[in-house]
């Protein structure tokens, strides 16, 4: 018998019940591993359950739960809108509410659904296992507009599931657009990192866009929007349909790293055409000097979003040399070491840029721009120990150029 059941015994032995809830049951319908659990308990007040777990641990300020055996247990609650934002609500727990009326306060269907822990059985009043068959993101009812932050959670689950965001939803998530100013940045850079991490990241954004909300925080990205490029390049239509494009890609390529250089990579596509949202429209459809203005709008975005600083320095890396290296087989033997050297020092590297550049070409044809591998045999032909060794010399500006020398030697060598 396990410690789930246990405790869902001695809750029900002292009049009350205990569900598993929300995300867990609803992964597990889509047959999803779900390692997070999440329990309600109805029947037992706050103190009664206190008093039956004493080893339980208590977490939170706003909405407290127990913690026991690294799962969380809440007791069952009700919550009223009292003013803007996400935290305003006032909460009231009672042993007299039901799962259903726990269940009513939650955002969407699909994540309203509960499981009899002792008998298996589904409680799913809002219809949530139905909207799971029919790929349907659907608000649970009209209290979805209490708190903005679902409208970014909605676009998430909708990046990560693939699912379409039914029309009142929607209709609803429009309404919420002056709140979204209410959020702090951290809960918005949560979803957007959740939403970065799933297979098809650019439905978290289209989502935002249909709710005409994509402006309050991806401003930059929103400027996309319309920014026309040359037809020839482009048959894919404006800068933003390109990076929507480009990101899937990247994300497609990126799905066997780590979360950390997955968020990198994936961040760098997002942003390395966004100076294109600034080119004067008297301008179009070319973007002069995109790359530079776009470095400057990846630190106000990151800056705005308190986004982790490699991100950041891996999404002006991408702005500043994505351009060049779709053009590295142009490129004199001087200027592709050049490029070398200063792309392998930063921390989005040769290998991510790489990434970000095959993406970036619409074509199909990326071989003649194939840097990185080159970049590392050039990289490794020599090294500073070598060269102060061989030629006697110490001081690091006369080794950077003798190393630099050196290397161009060998690509002109090589042929």
């Known amino acids: 018998m396990g410690v789930i059941y246990e405790i869902a015994s001695k809750i029900n032995s002292n009049g009350g019940?205990?569900?598993?809830?929300?995300?867990?049951i609803r992964d597990k319908l889509l047959g999803i591993v779900n390692h997070d659990e999440d329990y309600c308990v109805t029947g037992i007040s706050f103190d009664e359950f206190k008093e039956l777990f004493p080893e339980a641990i208590i977490k939170g300020k706003d909405f407290p739960v127990f913690s026991i055996a690294n799962k969380e247990f809440a007791i069952a609650r009700k919550e009223r809108k009292i003013g803007i934002g996400h935290n305003s609500f006032d909460v009231k727990t009672d042993k007299k509410i039901t799962i259903e009326e726990d269940l009513e306060r939650r955002d969407i269907t699909i994540n309203a659904i509960a499981k009899e822990v002792l008998t298996d059985k589904i409680v799913d009043p809002f219809n949530g296992m139905e909207d799971l068959k029919k790929n349907i993101i659907r608000a649970v009812s009209n209290h979805f507009v209490e708190d903005p932050l679902r409208v970014y959670r909605v676009a998430r689950f909708a990046s990560q599931f693939n699912f379409n965001v039914e029309d009142n939803t929607m209709n609803m998530m429009k309404l919420l657009k002056n709140e979204l100013y209410s959020l702090a940045?951290?809960?918005?850079?949560?979803?957007?990192?959740?939403?970065?991490?799933?297979?098809k990241p650019s439905i978290f954004f289209d989502i935002l866009k249909d709710a005409n909300v994509l402006d309050?925080?991806?401003?930059?990205?929103y400027d996309?929007?319309?920014?026309?490029?040359p037809i020839e390049y482009h048959p894919e239509g404006d800068s933003y349909n390109h990076t929507m494009i480009v990101l899937d890609k990247?994300?497609?390529?990126?799905k066997s790293l780590s979360d950390e250089r997955k968020l990198e990579l994936r961040f760098s596509a997002l942003v390395h055409d966004l100076g294109k949202g600034t080119t004067p429209k008297e301008e179009y459809p070319h973007h002069i000097k995109h790359e530079e203005r776009g470095a400057e709008l990846v630190k106000h975005i990151g800056n705005r979003l308190k986004l982790p600083t490699r991100m950041?320095?891996?999404g002006i890396t991408s702005c500043l040399e994505h351009m060049r290296g779709g053009i590295f087989d142009k490129m004199t033997f001087a200027k592709k070491v050049n490029f070398i050297e200063r792309v392998n020092s930063t921390i989005l590297g040769l290998d991510g840029l790489q990434i970000i550049v095959d993406a970036d070409n619409m074509?199909?044809?990326s071989d003649k721009n194939q840097f990185a591998d080159l970049g590392h045999e050039i990289i490794n032909c020599t090294n500073g120990d070598e060269i102060m060794r061989q030629y006697d010399i110490t001081e690091g500006k006369e080794?950077?150029?003798k190393m630099h020398e050196i290397r161009v030697r060998y690509l002109k060598n090589r042929g």
């Open 185 to 199: 940045v951290e809960r918005v850079y949560n979803e957007l990192r959740k939403a970065l991490l799933t297979d």
């Open 363 to 365: 074509s199909g044809d």
């Open 216 to 221: 309050i925080h991806f401003k930059e990205i």
């Open 312 to 314: 950041i320095k891996c």
């Open 224 to 229: 996309l929007i319309g920014a026309e490029q």
């Open 399 to 401: 080794v950077a150029n």
């Open 250 to 254: 990247v994300a497609d390529k990126t």
């Open 17 to 24: 019940n205990l569900y598993l809830v929300g995300g867990a």
